[in-house]
Protein backbone atom coordinates (compact mmCIF):
# COMPACT_ATOMS: atom_id res chain seq x y z
CA UNK A 1 0.00 0.00 0.00
CA UNK A 2 1.16 3.19 -0.86
CA UNK A 3 1.45 5.84 1.54
CA UNK A 4 0.27 8.90 0.21
CA UNK A 5 -2.70 10.42 1.41
CA UNK A 6 -5.43 13.44 -0.41
CA UNK A 7 -7.96 15.19 1.02
CA UNK A 8 -10.52 16.16 0.52
CA UNK A 9 -11.60 13.16 -1.30
CA UNK A 10 -14.82 14.69 -2.38
CA UNK A 11 -15.10 18.53 -2.45
CA UNK A 12 -18.25 20.72 -3.96
CA UNK A 13 -18.14 24.23 -3.90
CA UNK A 14 -19.20 27.34 -5.33
CA UNK A 15 -17.94 30.02 -7.88
CA UNK A 16 -15.37 32.25 -6.79
CA UNK A 17 -14.13 30.36 -3.97
CA UNK A 18 -10.47 29.57 -2.36
CA UNK A 19 -9.71 25.57 -2.42
CA UNK A 20 -6.71 23.41 -1.16
CA UNK A 21 -6.53 20.22 -2.09
CA UNK A 22 -3.75 18.43 0.54
CA UNK A 23 -1.40 15.94 -0.62
CA UNK A 24 1.13 14.10 1.95
CA UNK A 25 3.05 11.04 1.39
CA UNK A 26 5.28 9.48 4.42
CA UNK A 27 7.44 7.79 2.11
CA UNK A 28 10.31 10.19 2.37
CA UNK A 29 10.18 10.85 -1.40
CA UNK A 30 11.80 13.97 -3.07
CA UNK A 31 9.55 14.07 -6.38
CA UNK A 32 5.63 14.82 -6.05
CA UNK A 33 3.17 15.41 -8.94
CA UNK A 34 -0.02 17.04 -9.39
CA UNK A 35 -2.64 15.45 -12.09
CA UNK A 36 -5.95 16.18 -13.36
CA UNK A 37 -8.24 13.82 -15.13
CA UNK A 38 -11.98 14.23 -16.63
CA UNK A 39 -14.01 10.99 -15.79
CA UNK A 40 -12.43 8.09 -18.19
CA UNK A 41 -10.21 10.08 -19.55
CA UNK A 42 -6.33 10.35 -20.07
CA UNK A 43 -3.66 12.27 -16.75
CA UNK A 44 -2.66 15.31 -17.67
CA UNK A 45 0.11 16.83 -15.36
CA UNK A 46 -0.36 19.67 -14.49
CA UNK A 47 2.29 20.44 -11.31
CA UNK A 48 5.07 18.87 -10.37
CA UNK A 49 8.07 19.21 -7.62
CA UNK A 50 11.95 17.51 -7.33
CA UNK A 51 12.21 19.00 -3.62
CA UNK A 52 11.85 21.40 -1.41
CA UNK A 53 11.31 24.74 -2.27
CA UNK A 54 11.16 23.67 -6.37
CA UNK A 55 7.85 23.84 -7.88
CA UNK A 56 7.37 23.61 -11.90
CA UNK A 57 4.42 23.83 -14.39
CA UNK A 58 3.13 20.52 -16.16
CA UNK A 59 2.24 20.12 -19.83
CA UNK A 60 -1.42 21.01 -19.23
CA UNK A 61 -1.99 24.82 -18.14
CA UNK A 62 -3.62 25.46 -14.72
CA UNK A 63 -5.08 28.40 -13.08
CA UNK A 64 -3.78 26.54 -9.62
CA UNK A 65 -0.74 26.96 -7.85
CA UNK A 66 1.53 25.07 -5.83
CA UNK A 67 4.25 24.96 -3.06
CA UNK A 68 6.53 22.91 -1.33
CA UNK A 69 7.82 23.67 2.04
CA UNK A 70 8.32 20.04 3.39
CA UNK A 71 9.44 17.33 2.16
CA UNK A 72 6.38 14.96 2.57
CA UNK A 73 3.42 17.81 1.61
CA UNK A 74 2.45 19.12 -1.73
CA UNK A 75 -0.82 21.56 -1.82
CA UNK A 76 -2.37 22.62 -4.50
CA UNK A 77 -4.61 25.27 -4.42
CA UNK A 78 -7.24 27.52 -7.03
CA UNK A 79 -7.96 31.48 -5.46
CA UNK A 80 -11.18 31.10 -7.18
CA UNK A 81 -12.52 28.20 -8.60
CA UNK A 82 -14.70 28.44 -11.33
CA UNK A 83 -16.87 25.17 -13.10
CA UNK A 84 -14.06 24.73 -15.98
CA UNK A 85 -12.10 23.58 -12.66
CA UNK A 86 -14.29 20.64 -11.76
CA UNK A 87 -12.53 17.46 -12.35
CA UNK A 88 -10.56 14.88 -10.53
CA UNK A 89 -7.15 15.93 -9.04
CA UNK A 90 -4.36 13.16 -8.76
CA UNK A 91 -1.36 13.69 -6.27
CA UNK A 92 1.48 11.45 -6.79
CA UNK A 93 5.20 10.62 -5.40
CA UNK A 94 8.31 8.97 -6.79
CA UNK A 95 11.37 8.15 -4.55
CA UNK A 96 14.58 9.79 -5.06
CA UNK A 97 16.40 6.48 -7.61
CA UNK A 98 12.87 6.51 -8.95
CA UNK A 99 13.07 9.99 -11.49
CA UNK A 100 12.73 7.14 -13.95
CA UNK A 101 11.22 4.64 -11.16
CA UNK A 102 6.84 4.29 -10.66
CA UNK A 103 4.81 6.39 -9.39
CA UNK A 104 3.13 5.98 -6.31
CA UNK A 105 -0.48 7.73 -6.40
CA UNK A 106 -3.11 9.00 -3.96
CA UNK A 107 -6.61 8.13 -4.22
CA UNK A 108 -7.60 11.28 -5.61
CA UNK A 109 -9.60 14.55 -4.95
CA UNK A 110 -12.73 15.05 -6.89
CA UNK A 111 -13.90 18.54 -6.83
CA UNK A 112 -17.17 20.08 -8.22
CA UNK A 113 -17.55 23.90 -8.68
CA UNK A 114 -20.93 24.44 -9.22
CA UNK B 1 -0.28 14.96 -28.66
CA UNK B 2 0.03 12.19 -25.97
CA UNK B 3 2.88 9.54 -26.20
CA UNK B 4 1.29 7.07 -25.34
CA UNK B 5 -2.32 5.56 -27.38
CA UNK B 6 -3.55 2.67 -26.12
CA UNK B 7 -6.15 0.09 -28.31
CA UNK B 8 -8.57 -0.77 -27.69
CA UNK B 9 -9.98 2.42 -25.57
CA UNK B 10 -12.75 -0.28 -24.38
CA UNK B 11 -13.02 -4.21 -24.11
CA UNK B 12 -15.56 -6.24 -22.66
CA UNK B 13 -14.06 -10.43 -22.21
CA UNK B 14 -15.89 -13.04 -20.09
CA UNK B 15 -14.33 -14.25 -16.68
CA UNK B 16 -11.30 -17.08 -17.54
CA UNK B 17 -10.73 -15.14 -21.09
CA UNK B 18 -7.24 -13.63 -21.41
CA UNK B 19 -7.69 -9.76 -22.52
CA UNK B 20 -4.87 -8.04 -24.47
CA UNK B 21 -4.30 -3.94 -24.16
CA UNK B 22 -1.78 -2.56 -26.71
CA UNK B 23 0.10 0.80 -26.31
CA UNK B 24 2.06 2.38 -29.30
CA UNK B 25 4.43 5.58 -28.50
CA UNK B 26 6.36 8.13 -30.75
CA UNK B 27 9.84 9.17 -29.10
CA UNK B 28 12.80 6.56 -27.42
CA UNK B 29 12.35 5.78 -24.31
CA UNK B 30 14.14 4.63 -21.03
CA UNK B 31 11.56 2.15 -19.55
CA UNK B 32 7.40 1.48 -19.99
CA UNK B 33 5.04 1.28 -17.17
CA UNK B 34 1.67 0.00 -16.92
CA UNK B 35 -1.16 1.03 -14.12
CA UNK B 36 -4.42 0.07 -12.91
CA UNK B 37 -7.49 2.17 -11.83
CA UNK B 38 -10.22 1.43 -10.98
CA UNK B 39 -13.09 3.59 -10.59
CA UNK B 40 -12.90 6.93 -9.22
CA UNK B 41 -9.34 6.25 -7.41
CA UNK B 42 -5.88 6.51 -7.90
CA UNK B 43 -3.46 4.44 -9.97
CA UNK B 44 -1.79 1.55 -9.12
CA UNK B 45 1.78 0.39 -10.33
CA UNK B 46 1.49 -2.79 -12.13
CA UNK B 47 5.04 -3.34 -14.14
CA UNK B 48 7.84 -1.36 -15.34
CA UNK B 49 9.80 -2.75 -18.66
CA UNK B 50 12.57 -1.39 -19.40
CA UNK B 51 13.78 -0.39 -22.99
CA UNK B 52 16.28 -3.26 -23.47
CA UNK B 53 13.99 -5.56 -21.88
CA UNK B 54 11.66 -7.67 -24.36
CA UNK B 55 9.43 -9.39 -22.07
CA UNK B 56 8.65 -9.17 -18.27
CA UNK B 57 5.88 -11.26 -15.60
CA UNK B 58 4.15 -10.78 -13.25
CA UNK B 59 1.67 -13.18 -11.66
CA UNK B 60 -0.80 -13.36 -14.17
CA UNK B 61 0.21 -10.30 -16.16
CA UNK B 62 2.87 -10.36 -19.17
CA UNK B 63 3.94 -7.08 -20.50
CA UNK B 64 6.23 -6.91 -24.03
CA UNK B 65 8.09 -3.98 -25.75
CA UNK B 66 9.00 -3.64 -29.00
CA UNK B 67 11.28 -0.43 -29.11
CA UNK B 68 11.81 -0.74 -32.71
CA UNK B 69 7.83 -0.82 -32.96
CA UNK B 70 7.63 1.74 -30.27
CA UNK B 71 4.93 -0.13 -28.89
CA UNK B 72 3.89 -2.36 -26.08
CA UNK B 73 1.11 -4.83 -24.69
CA UNK B 74 -0.07 -6.14 -21.51
CA UNK B 75 -1.73 -9.38 -21.58
CA UNK B 76 -3.64 -10.55 -18.26
CA UNK B 77 -4.22 -14.34 -18.51
CA UNK B 78 -7.54 -16.35 -16.60
CA UNK B 79 -8.96 -12.64 -15.84
CA UNK B 80 -11.47 -12.02 -13.20
CA UNK B 81 -14.33 -9.46 -12.51
CA UNK B 82 -11.81 -7.93 -10.21
CA UNK B 83 -10.06 -7.08 -12.98
CA UNK B 84 -12.06 -4.90 -14.36
CA UNK B 85 -10.53 -1.37 -14.43
CA UNK B 86 -8.60 1.19 -16.67
CA UNK B 87 -5.27 -0.05 -17.77
CA UNK B 88 -2.50 3.32 -18.54
CA UNK B 89 0.75 2.62 -19.99
CA UNK B 90 3.34 5.08 -19.46
CA UNK B 91 6.40 6.04 -21.03
CA UNK B 92 9.63 7.47 -19.21
CA UNK B 93 12.01 9.72 -21.51
CA UNK B 94 15.52 10.66 -20.20
CA UNK B 95 17.25 13.76 -21.95
CA UNK B 96 20.44 15.02 -19.48
CA UNK B 97 19.06 14.74 -16.12
CA UNK B 98 15.60 15.39 -16.99
CA UNK B 99 13.16 12.44 -17.01
CA UNK B 100 9.53 13.25 -18.18
CA UNK B 101 6.60 10.29 -17.43
CA UNK B 102 3.79 10.80 -19.83
CA UNK B 103 0.34 8.76 -19.81
CA UNK B 104 -1.71 7.01 -22.50
CA UNK B 105 -5.00 7.14 -23.19
CA UNK B 106 -5.54 4.07 -21.31
CA UNK B 107 -7.94 0.87 -21.99
CA UNK B 108 -11.20 -0.01 -19.80
CA UNK B 109 -11.43 -3.28 -18.86
CA UNK B 110 -14.83 -4.98 -18.46
CA UNK B 111 -15.07 -8.25 -17.25
CA UNK B 112 -18.31 -10.33 -16.33
CA UNK B 113 -19.18 -13.24 -14.91
Known amino acids: EADIYQTPRYLVIGTGKKITLECSQTMGHDKMYWYQQDPGMELHLIHY???????EKGDLSSESTVSRIRTEHFPLTLESARPSHTSQYLCASSGVSGSAGELFFGEGSRLTVL | SQQGEEDPQALSIQEGENATMNCSYKTSINNLQWYRQNSGRGLVHLILIRSNEREKHSGRLRVTLDTSKKSSSLLITASRAADTASYFCATVSITGTASKLTFGTGTRLQVTL
Open chain 1, 49 to 55: SYGVNST
